[in-house]
T-cell receptor
């Protein structure tokens, strides 16, 4: 069964450092997303990406965040200068169409120290 | 604004009993709803979805009910098993956004007692 894969599963970084979280969405999907989940809280939308550009972003997705689809398979989330409050689980998701179910990866646990 | 909420943070049931997890939403324009299951340390896993032109949809051991009049959604799990223990989220696919983003509720933790 096709699945969304994310690497690394856990990333520890020092405050102020840049991190790149990587995702490989399901191959025939066209819509890509990043979500964040702070420990014990709900899943929050960060950004959506379609047709090689950001289609929507939340208030959380400020200038420190960026996304890229550098080739036909990878989808990355970069945080330029991490803050302590960026510590969370980051989930990548993809959809075949906008109004169908999203498939989520297993997540990357980001710990900023 | 948009919000999706769940009624109870924790639900404890006996193995074999039926479970009902509730969710309320505020956006009357919402037209697509999804239930996700999240096990510890894992990503949300799709369980079942329902569109606003339906009021009930059944899957394997799960049923989702949608009451648009009171903006309420429920997930029923029949014959609950220990493997059903997880956090359950309802999510709305916002019709106000054509990007397909999901708005999640707070989550209900289902604990199944043997």
């Amino acid at each position: 069964e096709p699945e969304v894969t994310q690497t690394p599963s856990h990333q520890v970084t020092q405050m102020g450092q840049e991190v790149i979280l990587r995702c490989v969405p399901i191959s025939n999907h066209l819509y890509f997303y990043w979500y964040r989940q702070i420990l014990g809280q709900k899943v929050e939308f960060l950004v959506s990406f379609y047709n090689n550009e950001i289609s929507e972003k939340s208030e959380i997705f400020d200038d420190q965040f960026s996304v890229e689809r550098p080739d036909g398979s990878n989808f990355t989330l970069k945080i330029r200068s991490t803050k302590l409050e960026d510590s969370a689980m980051y989930f990548c998701a993809s959809k075949e169409m906008a109004n169908t179910e999203a498939f989520f990866g297993q997540g990357t646990r980001l710990t900023v120290v | 604004g948009e919000s999706v909420g769940l009624h109870l943070p924790t639900l404890s049931v006996q193995e074999g009993d039926n479970s009902i997890i509730n969710c309320a939403y505020s956006n009357s324009a919402s037209d697509y709803f999804i239930w996700y299951k999240q096990e510890s340390g894992k990503g949300p896993q799709f369980i079942i979805d329902i569109r606003s032109n339906m009021d009930k949809r059944q899957g394997q051991r799960v049923t989702v009910l949608l009451n648009k009049t009171v903006k309420h959604l429920s997930l029923q799990i029949a014959a609950t098993q220990p493997g059903d223990s997880a956090v359950y989220f309802c999510a709305e696919n916002s019709r106000s956004s054509n990007t397909g983003k999901l708005i999640f509720g707070q989550g209900t933790t289902l604990q199944v007692k043997p």
